[in-house]
């Protein structure tokens, strides 16, 4: 009789465990975490004046999970301190993958944005994932069983503090025009910003914390180009900073996750600090402001358990044209970037077929009724962020970026007109507007989830 491996016997429990019956009363939560970092020697994401390959790890990149149960249904809530999420075809086999081992039923990952991780293609030339993004796919999933496999009943609370660690890059002239702001170390103030750091914190059915979860708006580029090695950057140390305080707090050992918001035109006040001028530092700084404003308002938070437990979500998909015209942008990319330009928008730059229309996921969550999700598929802008909070028909409005896909830059309507990096460039080349049309399908999900739209005329007497 063959001798099965200790480690299939312990994957093959898990699977079980994580498939197991749907049946359990109230609300359920379950936390993993799993390293991500691939070896050195690959292509790294997010600066185009960057062809060096990675050289090493200064800290490594973990996904983070969380999975909730209710009514029945399951959502994986997965962050990676990467760049972006995988490609279409790799969330797909993932998501389908999930609801047969875990039982999933509404996958949203999304990325920290990190600039000092691995490239992530939408598409590759040998038409397949390279072998540290199948193998960090396969860690995702186990990651998700292993959460699964420890489902327990779970209490909610959230609340709300400010950091102050980033600007506004795009800086509006008098006379309409827009200039790039790309480094503010001087902390000179900028508007619009969002400095609201959201807290959603998980507990045990005793009162101890199980995960917090962060939101706020910054891009994590506090390395610039000549950083070779991998890292989380900011978020990683706020990660950190977390879950020592809020631990060391409670005795517990929660797991802290990062939700990126609208940066879409949000720097750290030190972005892109040589390592000589003190990067690792400068990013040290960045990330304790933020997690030890994170960590205070967890602590404060009074978690409850939900009186009646519900999950719904919905994943819409949304079709936008493509912004420019097919062939001037093609020609336009190819002459800044070369061969490079392929590596980011291959699909809109294929000359016999180039793409005209973009599939676009909104994703909306509503958690007990109370604690609302919106997920986009990219780098929206801050001002989505505060429209969301503002529109959201409950008080705890969580808006999280870069989510269950990747299509660049998501201006706001002023800011496609006024121009600049983002606004009106290759970067963003989704119709004007989409943003909009966007969150208000979020916000429209939303009523509809608490029953608040018509369904049918004689509903309106």
């Known amino acids: 009789m063959p001798r099965i491996s200790s480690l299939a016997r312990n994957a093959f429990m898990l699977m079980i465990l994580a498939i197991g019956p749907l049946c359990g009363a109230g609300f359920k939560a379950g936390v993993a975490k799993v390293d991500i970092t691939p070896l050195p020697g690959l292509p790294m994401y997010g600066y185009f ?25 399951r959502l994986a809530l997965v962050t990676l301190d990467l760049g972006r999420v995988f490609g279409p075809a790799s969330l797909a086999s993932l998501r389908e993958r999930l609801a047969k081992t875990s039982g999933i039923s509404l996958l949203l990952i999304t990325a920290s944005h990190t600039h000092s991780g691995p ?149 750290p006040y030190y972005a892109t600090t040589s390592l000589a001028d003190g990067a690792i530092k400068k990013r040290d700084w960045t990330g304790e402001q933020l997690g030890a404003e994170a960590a205070r308002v967890a602590t404060t938070i009074n978690t409850v358990s939900a009186t009646q437990p519900s999950l719904q979500f919905t994943e819409d998909i949304m079709t936008f044209p493509v912004r420019w015209d097919a062939q001037k942008f093609r020609q336009g990319m190819l002459a800044t970037y070369g061969q490079r330009a392929y590596e980011d928008h291959a699909d809109l730059l294929n000359g016999d077929n180039p793409r005209r229309e973009l599939s676009v996921p909104v994703t909306t969550v509503l958690i007990n009724r109370t604690i609302a999700l919106a997920g986009l598929p990219g780098e929206p802008f801050v001002d989505f962020q505060t429209d969301w909070r503002r529109r959201c028909p409950v008080r ?66």
């Open 49 to 73: 004046d960057r062809t060096q390959l990675a050289t090493g790890t200064l800290d490594p990149l973990y996904a983070r999970v969380v999975v909730l149960e209710a009514e029945g249904k």
């Open 119 to 267: 490239n992530i293609l939408d598409e590759y030339p040998s038409r397949r994932p390279p072998s540290w993004e199948a193998t960090d796919l396969d860690k995702i999933a186990g990651a998700v069983a292993e959460a699964c496999a420890h489902l327990a009943e779970a209490r909610l609370g959230t609340g709300y503090g400010r950091a102050y660690i980033g600007y506004n890059r795009r800086r509006v002239l008098p006379d309409g025009t827009v200039t790039m702001f790309w480094t503010n170390p001087d902390k000179i103030p900028t508007s619009p910003v969002d400095p609201t750091v959201s807290v959603l914190r998980i507990d045990t059915a005793a009162g101890k914390p199980l995960a917090v979860l962060v939101n706020y708006a910054c891009h994590p580029v506090v390395f610039g180009p000549d950083n070779l090695q991998y890292s989380a950057d900011y978020v990683g140390v706020m990660a950190r900073t977390v879950e020592e305080a809020v631990g060391g707090a409670s005795g517990g050992s929660p797991l802290c996750l990062f939700l990126q918001g609208g940066d879409g035109d949000i720097n």
């Open 396 to 461: 705890d409005a969580f808006f999280v970026g870069y989510a269950n896909g990747y299509l660049d830059y998501f201006p706001t309507i002023r800011a496609a007109a006024e121009g600049g990096y983002g606004g009106a460039d290759s970067d963003t080349y989704i119709a004007v507007g989409a943003g909009e049309r966007m969150l208000d399908q979020a916000v429209m999900r939303i009523y509809d989830m608490l029953g608040r739209l018509a369904d049918k005329p004689e509903d309106l007497k």
